[in-house]
């Protein structure tokens, strides 16, 4: 069965410089959800959408900024990269706007600041 | 707001004992909970949820979890471990959303589980 595909699979950027992390969902899943994970620790929401619109937003910092495509993919653009950028970055996507649906998660990007 | 705790960093069981790797909640409203199981260097697999029903939820790879509303507690659950049980598990809660509608998935900590053979 086809699942979230992540790229690229591993980044490395200097700082200050930017990347740009893309999504695709699994077909005819319309919610995406981007996640942060840092080394050791659990996965820190960033931001989601559903149908092509922005529906939440967590700890994402003013320097990123994302959005769906009207093919439901998306991506994660990151500006003034800081070291502390330097994390796993998973992708998850869902069908529907309901409580009861599980998230699929991509292999995530490896983002490596230097 | 929404949270699971999951107590232990690490759980070690010897291979063919039954493994127990707990977690707590606290939510508003009725829980939506999951449990997801990380191996290295990979992405989040689902392995069950509870939305309503059964306190007993079945998953993959053998992997069962109980829900306990008293207890506020959604422990996994394996009657016999394997070696390539060996995993990173987060318990997670389904925050909600603006209007009620779907939110995100607020992960625990995670409980690392060595299964030794």
């Known amino acids: 069965a086809a699942g979230v595909i992540q790229s690229p699979r591993h980044l490395i950027k200097e700082k200050r410089e930017t990347a740009t992390l893309k999504c695709y969902p699994i077909?005819?899943?319309?919610?995406v959800y981007w996640y942060q994970q840092g080394p050791g620790q659990d996965p820190q929401f960033l931001i989601s959408?559903?149908?092509?619109?922005?529906?939440d937003k967590g700890s994402i910092p003013d320097r990123f900024s994302a959005q769906q495509f009207s093919d439901y993919h998306s991506e994660l653009n990151m500006s003034s990269l800081e070291l502390g950028d330097s994390a796993l970055y998973f992708c998850?996507?869902?069908?529907?706007?309901?409580?009861?649906?599980?998230?699929?998660f991509g292999q995530g990007t490896r983002l490596t600041v230097v | 707001a929404q949270s699971v705790a999951q107590p232990e960093d690490q759980v070690n069981v010897a291979e063919g004992n039954p493994l127990t790797v707990k977690c707590t909640y606290s939510v508003s409203g009725n829980p939506y909970l999951f449990w997801y199981v990380q191996y290295p260097n990979r992405g989040l697999q689902f392995l069950l949820k509870y939305i309503t029903g059964d306190n007993l939820v079945k998953g993959s790879y053998g992997f069962e979890a109980e829900f306990n509303k008293s207890q506020t507690s959604f422990h996994l659950k394996k009657p016999s471990a394997l070696v390539s049980d060996s995993a990173l598990y987060f318990c997670a809660v389904r925050d909600r959303g603006d209007g009620g509608s779907q939110g995100n998935l607020i992960f625990g900590k995670g409980t690392k589980l060595s299964v030794k053979p």
């Open positions: 959408f559903y149908e092509k619109m922005q529906s």
């Open positions: 077909p005819r899943h319309d919610t």
């Open positions: 998850a996507s869902s069908l529907g706007p309901n409580m009861n649906t599980e998230a699929f």
